[in-house]
C-alpha cells in the first residue's frame, strides 16, 4: 500500500475510536453528507421514511432522538424540528394553504403568526380572517367551504385569553377543517394537545424545553402519518435543518423541564396573587384567575399554567407612567421570549395587535423566571413607587 501524502492524511486518518461508547447525553452527531454503505443503500433510502440517513437537512441521529422524544411528551408519533417557533408556524401553513384557501387564526394570535397570515392574504391568494378567542362552537359559522386550517393558541399571546378548545376542535373536524395548536406555554405538560382534538401541536422549543434562553428552535408534532408527511414534505421543500448542536441543547433542557415549569408555575401565581391585591392593577391576566377570559376552559382542561402571564393597570395610569415603573424594575428584563431562568417584562400597545379590544388600561407581560418569588415582589414594590 501506498504512503499517503499528508495532505490526504489530514482527511483520511487510519485511525478508527473503538465502538461501543455509552454515555447518558445523546452524542452530537453533525453533517451535511451522510455516507451510504454502498450504492444499493444510497438507491433504496428513502429520506421520508426516517428508518435510514440521507442528509444532514434531513436529520441526524441527534435530530431523530430530539424528535422521538418531543412526540412522545406530546403523545404524538411523529415530530419535525425546525428553526425556530415561527418557521414551524410557517411551515404548516405552506404544507396545508394553498392559493384559493382560507385559514382562521384567533384575534390573539402570536402576532408574527398573524403577519404571516396578511402576507398570505396579500401575496399567495390565500384569505387568513382573524375569530374571536372566545367564539367556541360558534366558529362553525365561520368556516367556508375553502377554509383548510384553522390555529389555536391555548392561551392566546399576551392577552391570555383561554379558548374551548374541544368546542372548536369538534366544529372543524365536522367540516373537515385541520386544528392546529401552538401549544408553546403549556409546554406539552400543563395541556395535552391531542386530547383535547387537536391534529396538530406546535411548540417553540425556544422557551421552556430550551429553558436558557439561547437557542431557537420550533416543532411540529402530529399523530398521523399521512398528515406528517404533507408537512414533512413542506420541511423538506422548504429547507428547514436545525443544527444538531442545538438540537442536544434542547435535549439537555428536557428532563429538568416539568421542575422548572411547576417553579415558574408557582412563582408566577404568587406574583399574580400579589399583582390581583394592588389597587394600581385593573386586572391580572393569568388563566388560573377568575379575571383571565376562558378561566373555566383552563381549571376543564389544564393541569398547570406557566410562568407567564399579563396584568392590566388601572387606566388613571398612562404609558409614561407605566414606562417609569417598568424601567425601575431591577431584576426584570426588557425583552421578548421567555421561558429561561431570568424574569422578563414587556409592555404591549395591545390595541394596535387586535381587531377588537376594548380594555382603556395600559397592559404589561411577565415572564416570572427562577428566581426567588420574595426579590421579585420586593423589586415589583419599590418599582411601582415611580407609579
Ligand atoms: C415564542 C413564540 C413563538 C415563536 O417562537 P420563536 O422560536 O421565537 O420563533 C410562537 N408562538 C408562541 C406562543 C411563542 O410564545
Not at 57 to 83: Q, R
Not at 221 to 226: E, H, P, S, V
Request: aromatic share 10%; proline share 6%; with cysteine.
Amino acid at each position: 500500500m501506498n504512503e499517503k501524502s499528508i495532505q490526504t492524511t489530514l482527511i483520511h486518518s487510519d485511525y478508527v475510536a473503538p465502538g461501543g461508547f455509552d454515555a447518558f447525553p445523546p452524542g452530537i452527531h453533525r453533517a451535511s453528507t451522510v455516507l451510504f454503505p454502498n450504492t444499493a443503500a444510497m438507491r433504496s433510502t428513502e429520506w421520508r421514511d426516517k428508518q435510514a440517513y440521507t442528509y444532514g437537512l434531513h436529520g441526524t441521529p441527534t435530530t431523530f432522538t430530539l424528535e422521538g422524544k418531543l412526540a412522545e411528551i406530546e403523545g404524538g408519533t411523529h415530530c419535525l424540528l425546525t428553526p425556530s417557533g415561527l418557521a414551524a408556524i410557517a411551515m404548516v401553513d405552506f404544507a396545508l394553504l394553498k392559493s384559493g384557501d382560507d385559514v382562521l387564526l384567533p384575534d390573539n394570535v402570536y402576532n408574527p403568526n398573524r403577519e404571516l397570515g396578511r402576507w398570505l392574504t396579500q401575496d399567495f391568494g390565500v384569505s387568513a380572517r382573524y375569530y374571536d378567542p372566545m367564539i367556541g362552537a360558534g366558529i362553525a359559522e365561520l368556516i367556508q367551504p375553502n377554509t383548510k386550517l384553522l390555529w389555536t393558541e391555548a392561551p392566546g399571546s399576551v392577552s391570555m385569553e383561554v379558548p374551548d378548545l374541544p368546542a372548536v376542535c369538534q366544529a372543524a373536524h365536522a367540516r373537515d377543517v385541520i386544528v392546529a395548536l401552538d401549544n408553546t406555554w403549556a409546554a406539552g405538560l400543563a395541556l395535552r394537545g391531542f386530547d383535547h382534538g387537536v391534529d396538530i401541536v406546535m411548540h417553540a422549543l425556544t422557551k421552556y424545553q430550551s429553558g436558557g434562553a439561547d437557542l431557537l428552535m420550533g416543532a411540529v408534532i402530529t399523530r398521523d402519518k399521512a398528515l406528517n408527511d404533507r408537512i414533512a414534505q413542506a420541511h423538506m421543500r422548504l429547507g428547514m435543518g436545525v443544527s444538531p448542536d442545538d438540537a442536544y441543547l434542547v435535549q439537555r433542557g428536557l428532563p429538568t423541564m416539568k421542575l422548572r415549569f411547576e417553579r415558574h408555575d408557582a412563582s408566577a401565581r404568587t406574583l399574580a396573587a400579589w399583582f390581583k391585591a394592588r389597587p394600581e392593577i385593573s386586572k391580572v391576566l393569568h388563566p388560573a384567575l377568575e379575571d383571565c377570559p376562558g378561566h373555566a376552559f383552563w381549571k376543564r382542561d389544564f393541569t398547570g399554567a406557566g410562568g407567564l402571564f399579563s396584568v392590566v393597570f388601572d387606566p388613571r395610569y398612562d404609558e409614561a407612567q407605566v414606562d417609569r415603573m417598568v424601567d425601575a424594575l431591577t431584576l426584570f428584563g426588557i425583552g421578548y421570549s421567555w421561558g429561561g431562568p431570568n424574569s422578563l417584562v414587556m409592555p404591549y400597545r395591545i390595541k394596535s395587535l387586535r381587531d377588537k379590544w376594548a380594555d382603556p388600561g395600559v397592559l404589561v407581560r411577565f415572564n416570572v423566571g427562577l428566581e426567588d418569588p420574595c426579590d421579585l415582589i420586593a423589586d415589583l414594590e419599590q418599582a411601582f413607587g415611580q407609579l
